[in-house]
T-cell receptor
Framework: AQTVTQSQPEMSVQEAETVTLSCTYD???????LFWYKQPPSRQMILVIR??????QNATENRFSVNFQKAAKSFSLKISDSQLGDTAMYFC???????????FGSGTQLTVLP | KAGVTQTPRYLIKTRGQQVTLSCSPI?????VSWYQQTPGQGLQFLFE???????NKGNFPGRFSGRQFSNSRSEMNVSTLELGDSALYLC????????????FGPGTRLTVL
């Protein structure tokens, strides 16, 4: 069974600064994908960034980037130039080719301070 | 493209009743997954449907069931509601082939009294 661990229940960052959210996972699969989802107070789950396990290059989407360490089973999210609208719960999620179901971490509540 | 839609957005039921939630996927998406989100258990997978067939199932009692129609719309049903079924129920859809990216609807907030 796959597990996803987010060890930071809450974090805060000053507007315009950079913050990194941590995620580790455990799996015996070779074909899998990792995601970061954002859930603002509206509760709408929004995909932030995705990473295919077979790709060595770290994914980047504008101000969001990941540090994917496959051997260490680590998948952290870096948010640069933090904005007030980044305030949300962030979930790390895993999906494998065989299970086809998302396994989520417990989430990190990020607050961006003005 | 229109996003994933879920109806109703809010529901209040009493213990013992049953409830049906609906999810309409993004056009062209054939896979529909359901997740339950609670403060205590977090996000948990319920089941996934693809081409009207349940392809995967999570660890939930038989009171939780679902189905998918030929137009890919999906419904989930919870019978004999319990207080612990109070949750946000999220539907997520994907193309169902080798694209594992899932797009979520706004959710249905179910409160069981």
């Amino acid at each position: 069974a796959q597990t996803v661990t987010q060890s930071q229940p809450e974090m805060s960052v000053q507007e315009a600064e950079t913050v990194t959210l941590s995620c580790t996972y455990d799996t015996s699969e070779n074909n899998y994908y990792l995601f970061w989802y954002k859930q603002p107070p509206s509760r709408q789950m929004i995909l932030v960034i995705r990473q295919e396990a077979y790709k060595q290059q770290n994914a980047t989407e504008n101000r969001f980037s990941v540090n994917f360490q496959k051997a260490a089973k680590s998948f952290s999210l870096k948010i640069s130039d933090s904005q007030l609208g980044d305030t949300a719960m962030y979930f790390c999620a895993f999906i494998s080719g065989s299970a086809r179901q998302l396994t989520f971490g417990s989430g990190t509540q990020l607050t961006v301070l003005p | 493209k229109a996003g994933v839609t879920q109806t109703p957005r809010y529901l209040i039921k009493t213990r013992g009743q049953q409830v049906t939630l609906s999810c309409s996927p993004i056009s062209g998406h054939r896979s529909v997954s359901w997740y339950q989100q609670t403060p205590g258990q977090g996000l948990q997978f319920l089941f996934e449907y693809f081409s009207e067939t349940q392809r995967n199932k999570g660890n939930f009692p038989g009171r939780f069931s679902g189905r998918q129609f030929s137009n890919s719309r999906s419904e989930m049903n919870v019978s004999t509601l319990e207080l612990g079924d109070s949750a946000l129920y999220l539907c997520a859809t994907s193309s169902g082939s080798y694209n594992f990216e899932q797009f979520f609807g706004p959710g249905t907030r179910l409160t069981v009294l």
